[in-house]
């Protein structure tokens, strides 16, 4: 279920930025929620024309992430994966932090589906995917 959505200017991320980015974010969210299948997390590049982006009226270069995780973590865990996240984008883009922006927005696991499944409370990770045998996907629980 973690979505998380990469908005930078056009032409500034090469794909193979983006394959380690994406990589990167996947281990990050698995490491940050214990339990979270790899499979589960997505990571979307939207490349940003110039005049599409603007910061207080102004033009604006800022990479922007956004991800939308499901309820019920830690402000401990939230954190983490802002600062882990800033930080992977920083290394990657060598963009200043003051150039990046991550934001988490919550989403309760009962409105959200994957695999044709309602998602567990967090911490029932394992459990749910026993129970609904989805290691014949290939999806498994982080631990």
């Known amino acids: 279920m ?38 589960f997390v997505h990571v979307i590049f ?38 882990r996240f800033t930080e992977l984008m920083h290394r990657t883009t060598g963009l200043a932090p003051a150039d990046i922006v991550v934001t988490l927005q919550e989403v309760r696991a009962e409105d959200s589906m994957e695999w044709g499944e309602f998602l567990p409370e967090d911490g029932h990770e394992s459990s749910w995917v026993a129970q609904h045998d989805l290691g014949r996907l290939g999806v498994h629980a982080t631990e």
């Open 46 to 83: 939207e490349d940003v024309p110039d005049g599409n982006a603007w910061t207080g009226g102004e033009p604006s270069t800022v990479t922007k992430v956004v991800g939308l995780i499901r309820s019920g973590r830690t402000r401990e865990t939230r954190q983490q994966l802002v600062i």
């Open 2 to 39: 973690p979505l998380y959505r990469v908005s930078a200017p056009a032409g500034s991320l090469t794909v193979e930025q983006k394959r380690q980015l994406s990589l990167a974010f996947t281990d990050i969210h698995c490491e940050c929620t214990s339990g979270t299948p790899r499979k």
